[in-house]
Each structure stands twice: as structure tokens, then as C-alpha cells.
């Protein structure tokens, strides 16, 4: 996601989220910063930067949030994949480029300014650009609708991925009901094909439940690259998937039990294989093709990029089910918060520059 902060604007790149509310970008002075590309933000040189104080509303929505010894608000973020950031809740100018290709500038924004950030392995990306809606969100700030569009999502060289937030945002095709809990975007999965083979799986495994404090359900989610499913219906499709590849390829067991790896290339040795199907509630399918189902993890081994919802600790829930950014690849995805919807639309992201 491209955008600049302050005045002057300084550009940034930040990897969208819809599994997290809160923008921040890296921030100087820095007490432990991992080592971007571009120009690191510094808030004294901008015109138009303040601090949010303790007495600020928002500082109650604020995710790991403390009162420092300046009165200022501050935040301690960590994701399921290590990646943390924690610093300073504050106000600032962020600058976006519209669909007429013009500048379009936002004051008093609310974002993260982010003082200690680590395990960001992507020189390149300057923070998180949090799509939620949480009371932080830019989507609860300034818009309730959005949409994106990502093509490859491992070509460096791939210049037609977008978001559009607000009016712009490109609503067509097969929706399916949306519900958000906790800021999270809930969606319902009904099923999974694997070419014409519906999966024997029971619908009730991805179904949201209240009365359990693991809730599960499932959620669609930008910040994970992978698709993660309860158990029963990963090893459903992990075996239906492994009958089909071990006929003419060789398992490769580089990594752990539950990955399914082979000796080979994508673009090669999986030409022909039947796409996979999510049935989604009112008849919303997400296709996915041999590169959103599959990982080049080597140069001579893939692995299917679905894996089991396990526990890294007590409080991940094993009954969640996520729908990461690469089954999203080659598709319009849109968010109609206020309509309650989620719609699909498999589409060449270049098609949409015009």
C-alpha cells in the first residue's frame, strides 16, 4: 500500500491487513527499527504532526495501550506471525493518490508512530497499513467500503495491485454475507471443491461459536499469506490434493508433518491440476488456481499453501479458520461494511487501471 505521511510528505510502503485495525509507520527517533529501504519518518520535520494525549477517546481503543510518563498515549502491538511494532498514538497528514491519478490529503489521521518494530523481513515495507474496523481503523475513520486487488502476489515487478478506499471502491460481483466481530471481517464458508469433488466436510466446522472461548468461525484475512482451516477440513483437502499429486510426483518432507511438499516446479510439473473451490454463503465461490494453491517454497519443492489452524500458544484459536491473501490473488475483493457484504470478482488487476 503507497501513501505519504506529513508535511513534507515522505512516501511510504506498507503491507495492508484486514486481520488488524491500527496504521503505523516506523518513526524517528527509533529505539529499535529494522533497516528499511526508503527514508524513515521523522516527526519533528513535519508541519502538521501532534501526539495524541492521555485524554483522548481513542487512547481507550488503543490495542496494548499505556499512559507514558509524557501523558502521551502509547501502543504495543504483536502479530500471530512475530512481527511487533509499539510507540506513540498520534495525529498526522496522509497524502493518497485518487483514481484520476490526482493527490488527495487527509488531516488528523490517527496512526501508529511506531519507536520499537521488529521481525519484518521485507526491507522494502515501512509498517502496517491495518484495514479492520476497529475504532482506529482508516476504513471506521474515513470510509466504510473498500476494495483491493492483488495479482501475483510474488512478483516484485507486478505494478497493477490496488486498494481503493470509499466511493471508489469497486463493488461487483457474487457477494456473500458479511459480519464483523472485534474489528475482524467474519465471513461464511459452506464448502470446498476440489475440481467437481465436493469435500465431505461438515459445514458445522467452520461455523462461529458463542459459547466457546475459542470461537472459531472463519475470518479473510490480508496480513496472512496462507490459508489456515480447522483441522478436519485442511486434512479433507490435503488428502484429496495428495491422492491426485503422488500418481506421477515425489513428496518432499523438508519441512514439518502436516506440510504437503513436492519435488518440482509450479509452472511446470502442476499444469492440469482442478482448481479448488470455497463455497462461501450465497453462492460466493473463490477459485484457486495451481499459483494461489501452491507455494514455490525452493526451487525444486512446492508445498500447498493451506495448512491446519493449530495453537502457537493458549490464546490462538485452533477452531479459527483464515482465508489468507493468496487465495485472494486475481480477484477485485470488496468490503461493504455497511451493506454487510463481501464480494468476489476473479479479475486481471490491469484491467482495472482504466
Not at 481507550?60 to 502479530?79: A, E, F, I
Not at 520499537?116 to 475504532?135: E, I
Request: some cysteine.
Amino acid at each position: 500500500m503507497n501513501f505519504s505521511i506529513g508535511r513534507p510528505p515522505i512516501p511510504q510502503f506498507t503491507v495492508m491487513d484486514t486481520g488488524s485495525s491500527l496504521l503505523w509507520v516506523q518513526c524517528l527517533p527509533c529505539n529499535k527499527c529494522y533497516q528499511q529501504f526508503g527514508p524513515m519518518f521523522d516527526p519533528s520535520k513535519s508541519s502538521t504532526y501532534s501526539d495524541l494525549s492521555c485524554n483522548s477517546q481513542y487512547c481507550t481503543y488503543t490495542p496494548g495501550g499505556t499512559c507514558n510518563l509524557l501523558r502521551k498515549c502509547s501502543y504495543n502491538l504483536t502479530y500471530i506471525d512475530g512481527v511487533s511494532s509499539s510507540g506513540i498514538l498520534a495525529r498526522e497528514t496522509l497524502t493518497f493518490q485518487t483514481l484520476d491519478e490526482g493527490r488527495i490529503s487527509i488531516p488528523g489521521t490517527i496512526f501508529g508512530c511506531g519507536r520499537s518494530n521488529g521481525k519484518f523481513h521485507d526491507s522494502q515495507l515501512t509498517g502496517v497499513f491495518g484495514l479492520g474496523f476497529g475504532k482506529l481503523s482508516l476504513v471506521s475513520q474515513l470510509a466504510s467500503t473498500f476494495s483491493y486487488c492483488i495479482g501475483n502476489l510474488h512478483d516484485p515487478n507486478y505494478i497493477h495491485n490496488k486498494l481503493v478506499l470509499g466511493d471508489g471502491a469497486r463493488i461487483e460481483g457474487d457477494s456473500t454475507p458479511l459480519e464483523v466481530i472485534n474489528g475482524h471481517y467474519y465471513i461464511t464458508l459452506e464448502g470446498i471443491s476440489v475440481g467437481e469433488r465436493k469435500l465431505d466436510i461438515d459445514p458445522n466446522l467452520f461455523k462461529r461459536k458463542t459459547h466457546n472461548r475459542k470461537h472459531g468461525g472463519v475470518v479473510i484475512d490480508t496480513g496472512s499469506p496462507a490459508t489456515w482451516l480447522v483441522k478436519p477440513s485442511f486434512e479433507a483437502l490435503r488428502d484429496q490434493v495428495q491422492a491426485l499429486l503422488d500418481v506421477w510426483l515425489t513428496r518432499s518432507f523438508w519441512f514439518n508433518s502436516w506440510n504437503l511438499c513436492y519435488e518440482g516446479v509450479i509452472s511446470r510439473d502442476v499444469v492440469g491440476f482442478p482448481a479448488v473451490t470455497f463455497h462461501f454463503a450465497d453462492g460466493a465461490d473463490l477459485v484457486l488456481d495451481r499459483e494461489s494453491l501452491f507455494l514455490q517454497a525452493w526451487p525444486n519443492v512446492f508445498c500447498m499453501a493451506v495448512f491446519p489452524s493449530f495453537a502457537v500458544d493458549d490464546d490462538i484459536d485452533t477452531n479459527l479458520s483464515v482465508v489468507g491473501m493468496m487465495a485472494q490473488q486475481n480477484y477485485n475483493v470488496a468490503f461493504d461494511v455497511s451493506g454487510k457484504k463481501v464480494t468476489f470478482q476473479r479479475i486481471d488487476c490491469q484491467l482495472l487501471d482504466d
